[in-house]
């Protein structure tokens, strides 16, 4: 599987912004899903998570309420939509893929995109 984050970019806070990662590769529909993110200083940290079917999700407790995590496996894509933007939500974007089950560590993610900047000005 091949990942390609895209939709970053300066927002004020307040605002939103959609992230996109495309997919390529046979065995998208069965791979459980995720956003994570990079901090200036910071570790990688999990955002989201979504199940191979979409009938799973689950948020880190940052950005619970305010973003939403989807899948489209017939355009091969998942989509990150953030709201209510904060300053401290400005990161390098990643999204990843593993089988079976969501899990908040990194480690367990065999495939990553290249990330997508998104900058939160308060």
């Known amino acids: 599987v091949q990942l390609q984050a895209s939709g970053g970019g300066l927002v004020q806070a307040g605002g939103s912004l959609r992230l996109s990662c495309a997919a390529s590769g046979r065995t998208f529909g069965s791979k459980v899903m995720a956003w994570f993110r990079e901090a200036p200083g910071k570790e990688r940290e999990f955002v989201a998570g979504i199940s191979w079917n979409g009938g799973s999700t689950y948020y880190a407790d940052s950005v619970k309420g305010r973003f939403t995590i989807s899948r489209d496996n017939v355009k091969i894509s998942i989509y990150l939509e953030t709201n209510s933007l904060k300053p401290e939500d400005t990161a390098v974007y990643y999204c990843?893929?593993?089988?079976?089950?969501?899990?908040?560590?990194?480690?367990?993610?065999?495939?990553w995109g290249q990330g997508t900047l998104v900058t939160v000005s308060s």
């Open positions: 990843a893929a593993r089988p079976r089950i969501i899990t908040t560590s990194g480690r367990f993610y065999d495939y």
